[in-house]
């Protein structure tokens, strides 16, 4: 095996190799229109797309595929053979340039939220040539963007690269402000945090509820859980180091900048960070990353659970979404500076940061609502569902003696501390990053948004997030142009916004319940559930948000609305139906047999011996009899309100049955199957336990 410097990235058609293979007008041209943003010339075009076919084909690529991001929220591929026939009966292996970069998929067997009419199915993809081509199992993937015959985005790249636009473009009129004329763009930066489960395969396959919906549905709890905090960063099993090789060398080939990988906090629990990339190469990466993890876990015998909360009362799984804004000369905006000038310039941006996440958390928190992600949030284990942000003690007091115009206690020579004028003292990274239960922390030179759920694209909330802050900076620029005396003005601004948005800053727990009901009295949103935050999409202040940086028109957002919400639906359904499933052909016959068994052992102890203590079998078949009763009854409640959920033609309203009259019977029937578990021996239960699946891996 080579050294990992000789194949990171040799599955990439990377800048490198498009340098050594394309004629040298044709790269700089291709450079030209990256830097520009400007539409690809069709020659260019069709040089290109011979290089990367004859580079393919020496790596063994047979077919070449659109790969591009629907809003099923993976990723989806058609391969085509790059083989065409000669007149001589023979073939040649072609690739045009318009395949390279326009592919016309079907888009009506795609989420479509009611944006393509009957008449006119055809979509788009279009190449993104930002974001590398490369190889997976010998087929050349084009990172492309899909949307519909009218132009509308059908999926999470295209609204992702808009939004990369307009903070691009808001970024640079406020860098302008502080003199920064050498900035000519400006891109946001994405490090996700990938954690997973792994489980053996053979225990997967004998419980439907993980085949079928990929979490556990029934489970009683195992004696054993992550209470000893003995598995988070412990000893990785040789099994799951050998995965965590072969899932690296993977990833490097693809050129994924897989970092770190260590144990997390539950059994069987996982994470991996990459090192950070452009915020649209980042979400290419992490869906390949999730796609080879599962690839990687079969070829383990395991499977890879990307579920956010695949076991009831152990930790679920996240995806934090580390992120900031870079300029093409290599400054982090983020960075507190040396100067007292790059001071001011990092508090305006702090404080831009600080209202988008106030005057948006309704977005924020729908960017990352799922029904997976509603187990997950406000767990033990996960950010509550209020947005909040935490920037530590050190950047508080300071955002504070701003505010009252006081004496700063932190500096030494306790001075008036004046943006634009002192400058701030270093804030030690170490200090910054550990409240862990923090949905949105400032973390030294970044930000780390922890909602995001395991299974979810990054796509969305990023979008979310570049958006707003895009907004923000476009008011600050539009207070900031053409003052006469920019420090006061500037001043003034961050002294109002902090006043103003300060509500939104909680350095506490945000584990505790006495948060919730802080966050209430700050006037701060509490939406539990996906049908309860869904409905904010169409408020219009978000509206008019997204239309005025042209981010999703108006008829993308109600279709993304409709497509959330009906998959919400969807889930659910499968769940439902999962659960009546099980509990009808599995647990209520094997509580039977269980009874039987127990009742002819009664019978015949009272046969063997006059008077014999039964209390045991009397107890236990009395409760799985009255047990197995509620269970019925729900699974027959659930069948009538599963029939009454279909004939909701709204998909919002179905979405609140779903949540009102659907999930808690879901939770009942729960209730009582887990408790029969608890009464039935090992071996004799119909599916590995908790206890197995978690354990399953040795
Ligand atoms: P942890 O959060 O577990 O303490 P780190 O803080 O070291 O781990 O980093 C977490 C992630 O943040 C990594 O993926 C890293 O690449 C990413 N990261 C670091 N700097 C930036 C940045 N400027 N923009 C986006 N992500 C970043
Ligand atoms: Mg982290």
Redesign the pocket.
Known sequence: MKNVPEYFGCDVFSTSVMKERLPKETFEEFQRTLETGHRLDITVAKVIADAMKDWAIEKGATHYTHWFQPLTGITAEKHDSFITPTKDGGIIMEFSGKELIQGEPDASSFPNGGIRSTFEARGYTAWDPTSFAFIKNGVLCIPTAFCSYGGEALDKKTPLLRSMEAINKQTLRVLKLFGNEDVVSVK??????QEYFLIDSEVFHKRKDLVYTGRTLFGAKPPKGQELDDHYFGAIKPRVQAFMKDLDEELWRLGV?A??EHNEAAPAQH?L?????TTNI?TDHNQITMETMQKCAKNHGMVCLLHEKPFDGVNGSGK?N?????TNTGA?L??PGDTPSENAQFLLFLCAVIKAVDDYQDLLRVSIASAGNDHRLGAQEAPPAIVSMFLGEELTEILESIEKGEDYEGSKEKELLKVGVHVLPRFP?DTT?RNRTSPFAF????F?FRMLGSSASVAGPNTTLNTAVAEVLSQFADELEGVDDFESALHDLIRRVIKDHKRIIFNGNGYDDAWVEEAEKRGLLNLRTTPECLPYMLHDKNVELYKKHKVYSEAEIKAHYEIKNEKYCKYLNIEVLTMIDMTKKDILPCVSRQIHELSDTLIAKKNAIAGIDTSYETIVITKLSNLSKIAFDVVRQLEENSKIVKTIDESDAASFYYKNNIIPLMETLRNAVDEMETLCPSDKWCYPSYGDLLFSVK
């Not at 946001?188 to 945090?193: A, I, L, M, S």
């Not at 960070?273 to 990339?277: L, Q, R």
């Open positions: 946001t930066t994405v490090g996700p945090e900048h970092k770190t994470e960070a990459p090192i950070f990339n980042a934090h580390n992120w900031s804004i870079s982090n983020l960075e990274k990053d973390t030294g030179n970044k780390e």
